[in-house]
């Protein structure tokens, strides 16, 4: 019964900031691969689209063995607050929203919603997030209750590359949240996310206003204010920033109630 209760699922997505750009190299002392208690599917771990899912987190999961964020958030969840973490995850770097915005290295991919609008149902990232969370449910032994979602995205929708991009990204991004809600049949499943650095070339003052309208009106939305996170080169988060950014996360989780664990220093935050 007491493994029951600190059972935690969650859904995770957006383009490489989460998708993981740090090498292996470099993480933390703190963090050791394999890691523990992290059951994980993802759009790069073998028969994901059976929803298998991997006894543990392990270099060869991660993409081209590099790390995002969201990697810390997990080391805490199962290794501080001792949750047995479910993560289904979907993630590409250099993906937009909008069609119209930059696509995916495979091919033209696109988190949009409006998905006749791509050259095929294959370069939509929304569809193959929802067979993952699909087969995962499906194939799951015991039920998964998914309780939240982590996101970074949004360079992809810069006005420098797409104006069309950049000017729609609220309306965007609120479609994609709501699909991503629907997915797990949860219409107020709390999304924790953050923006994009101001040190990136990448960075667009209407994307991110985009994204903070969509905070100041859904009450479920957090994001963490990352404008001044340091950069690995000139768009992703460097250790120190990823570090800073998985804790705050994982400190907002406890904040809205999600899990109950102890709090971690270094991970205090503006939150909008």
């Known amino acids: 019964m007491k493994n029951e209760s600190k059972k935690l699922t969650i859904i995770s997505a957006g383009q490489s900031n989460i998708d993981g750009r740090v090498p292996v190299a470099e993480l933390p002392k703190m963090i050791s691969l394999p890691l523990t208690n992290c059951h994980y599917c993802s759009n790069y771990t073998p028969d994901h689209e059976k929803g298998v899912f991997q006894d543990s987190l392990k270099v060869s999961d991660l993409s081209d063995n590099r790390w995002g964020f969201d990697l810390v958030t997990y080391y805490y969840l199962t290794q501080v607050a001792k949750y047995d973490l479910y993560v289904m995850k979907c993630s590409e770097g250099g993906t937009s929203v909008a069609p119209t915005g930059e696509g995916g290295h495979q091919g033209h991919n696109h988190w949009t919603t409006e998905i006749d609008q791509l050259d095929s149902p294959s370069n939509s990232l929304l569809l193959q997030f929802k067979q993952i969370i699909e087969a995962c449910m499906k194939n799951a032994q015991q039920n998964l209750d998914v309780k939240a979602m982590i996101w970074h995205q949004g360079e992809g929708d ?4 797409s104006q069309e991009a950049a ?50 009106e859904d009450a479920d939305v957090h994001v963490v204010d990352m404008q001044n996170g340091t950069l690995l080169d000139q768009f992703h988060f460097d250790p120190k920033s990823s570090v800073y950014f998985g804790k705050a996360i994982y400190n907002s989780l406890i904040n809205e109630h ?12 503006r939150v909008y």
């Open 158 to 161: 810069r006005a420098s590359f």
């Open 167 to 216: 000017d729609h990204y609220y309306q965007n991004l609120k479609a994609v949240f709501e699909a991503c809600r629907k997915f797990v049949g949860k219409p107020d499943l709390p999304i924790f996310c953050g923006t994009v650095s101001h040190n990136s070339e990448q960075y667009d003052p209407k994307v991110e206003a985009g994204l903070l309208k969509i905070a100041n």
């Open 258 to 269: 999600i899990i109950d664990a102890p709090r971690v220093d270094g991970g205090e935050y």
